[in-house]
């Protein structure tokens, strides 16, 4: 250890030396402080030290402050060799900045550690140079950081080498910031390195860097259960600092849910904080969401103060790019929605009824599910629909671009009955209710009598007790011309709740019996769970 020598003191009595003593600075590798200390030099030519410390030093090891308590140095003369020793203890407030190997007060760009409380550390110039210590959290309330992150310490451990020294501290941290964080949290480890530097002309410790590795991230936000693994990112022009990676999400919609793999991210710019998931999946097989509907295809994302801003071409997956292909920027003016394509069939029978749909969902304040609402198209008794990736990709640029579902003239085409959904899910009573135009064009012969071929309404209803698909009603029937010679007015309705039959036409009942009718009509009628 360096020292330098300010004063020197003899004492003679009767020509012989009576005491002798020198006094000046230490520096000690680790502290960046000087230390006072004075030597005493006894009658056997050994050496007594005593050594001043100042309670706060600058910690350059790990870019730290530090508060030294109950602290002593030592300093032997064996040999003819000074063997100096530190044993000390107290506390570190650490300031590592994330980006370099320096210290940083500056709360966005560092890992900020208050109250690391230490016992024990010693300090020698002989190897090991740096052996013991125990670490540990001095204060629950103090205030941790990492990048403005508020962070919590789960465990604290060091390592010692005669070339580095390592902090290891694993860390729960807060990606959503403040009282937003809502038990999103991400769970590791992080580093704080620091090194031995020693030449020819000096002999230093210093602080390297902060290594964060990959983090892992498992919740529940009542409308979503994921789990999966992040990386930390930081100084980006546009998406600021935080976390990215792939999770793999629950989304809770029908008994068991749909399981996808997503993309998430969980940022911070400016004043605020942001994050989204992004999804794309296909079932050959539906998930059941509901007593004969399930979903075949889903791709999209759910966001918070961020805003779907185009598609992306490249291919590749970076800030803001997804698997979807949807690009997302922060947008503090945005809350928190939801918006997608999905392909939703009845099961086990697409051809009965299959839709590409957008749909959003409102939240409430807790995360959970209010509402969900479908807008799109729908096709009844037609070939189903492909479900594939390159087909939600696809719907997924109409839907940045232009905020509907893209619907070209082969979707027109290949459909029997097309119609034209709103759909919506009532969480808090599992209620799922539907209205659509309804178009129909059968081979060019069989038309609606509408414009464009509209032939009608038609209503759709699932809930746990009943359910019903009406393709117009009684009083409100479907209009169909067929070859330009003559029209009808009919209705189509299945489920377990039918509207009562009407009367027969009146060239009908005419050469029927009033009583006959009455009693065709009340045995109809009396009909129950018609499907």
């Not at 000074?82 to 210290?103: E, Q, R, Y």
């Not at 292909?325 to 939703?344: A, E, H, Q, S």
């Amino acid at each position: 250890w360096n020292f330098s020598i300010d004063r020197f003191d003899m004492t003679f009595e009767m020509s012989s030396i009576t005491s002798s003593s020198f006094r000046g600075k230490m520096k000690i590798p680790m502290l960046d402080s000087l230390l006072l200390y004075r030597a005493v030099i006894g009658m056997d030519g050994n050496f007594s030290f005593t050594i001043t410390t100042t309670t706060k030093q600058s910690f350059s090891l790990w870019a730290a402050d530090l508060e030294l308590t109950n602290s002593q140095i030592t300093i032997d003369y064996i040999n003819k060799k000074f063997k100096p020793k530190a044993i000390l203890n107290g506390k570190l407030n650490i300031s590592a900045d994330l980006s370099g190997s320096k210290k940083s007060n500056d709360g966005e760009k560092s890992l900020s550690l208050a109250e690391i409380k230490f016992e024990n550390l010693e300090l020698q110039t002989e190897t090991p140079y740096i052996k013991g210590g125990y670490f540990s959290l001095g204060s629950e309330k103090a205030t941790q950081k990492m990048a403005n992150f508020p962070l919590q310490i789960d465990s604290l451990s060091v390592l010692f080498d005669n070339n580095y020294a390592k902090l290891t501290i694993g860390v729960k941290v807060s990606v959503l910031g403040g009282e937003e964080g809502g038990g999103l949290n991400v769970k590791g480890v992080v580093n704080i390195n620091g090194e031995h530097i020693k030449n020819q002309n000096s002999d230093y410790w210093a602080y390297k860097n902060v290594d964060i590795g990959e983090l892992t991230i498992k919740s529940n936000l009542s409308a979503f259960k994921f789990e999966g693994s992040l990386l930390f990112f930081r100084d980006d022009q546009v998406y600021g600092k935080g976390f990215q990676g792939n999770i793999t999400a629950n989304i809770g919609i029908g008994e068991q849910g749909i399981k996808v793999s997503a993309n998430a991210i969980f940022g911070k710019v400016s004043s605020y904080n942001y994050w989204y998931f992004d999804i794309l999946a296909s079932f050959s097989v539906g998930i059941p969401i509901l007593p004969g509907v399930g979903i075949y295809g889903i791709g999209g994302g759910v966001y918070y103060h961020v805003q779907q801003s185009g598609i992306s071409n490249s291919g590749k997956t970076t800030l803001g790019v997804t698997n979807s292909g949807l690009v997302y920027k922060p947008n503090n003016n945005v809350f928190l929605g939801l918006k997608t394509t999905v392909v939703i069939g009845t099961m086990p029978n697409k051809e009965v009824f299959n839709g590409d749909v957008t749909f959003e969902i409102a939240f409430n304040r807790n995360f959970g599910i209010k509402e969900i609402s479908f807008i799109g198209n729908g096709y009844f008794l037609t070939p189903p629909l492909e479900a594939n990736q390159e087909a939600l990709k696809l719907n997924a640029k109409s839907i940045a671009n232009a905020g509907k579902v893209n619907d070209g003239p082969s979707d027109s085409k290949r459909a029997s009955i097309k119609a034209n959904v709103k759909i919506s899910y009532d969480f808090t009573n599992d209620v799922l209710t539907g209205n659509m135009q309804v178009f129909v064009n059968v081979g060019g012969v069989i038309k609606g009598g509408g414009p464009n071929n509209l032939a009608g309404d038609a209503q759709l209803y699932f809930s746990k007790d009943d359910w019903y698909i009406y393709i117009g009603k009684p009083g409100s029937e479907v209009g169909i011309n067929m070859f330009n010679i003559f029209s009808t007015h009919s209705y189509f309705m299945m489920g377990t709740k039918i509207e009562g039959s009407p009367n027969p036409p009146e060239n009908v009942t005419k050469n029927i019996s009033s009583y006959d009718i009455a009693n065709y009509m009340s045995e109809l009628n009396s009909i129950e769970n018609c499907s």
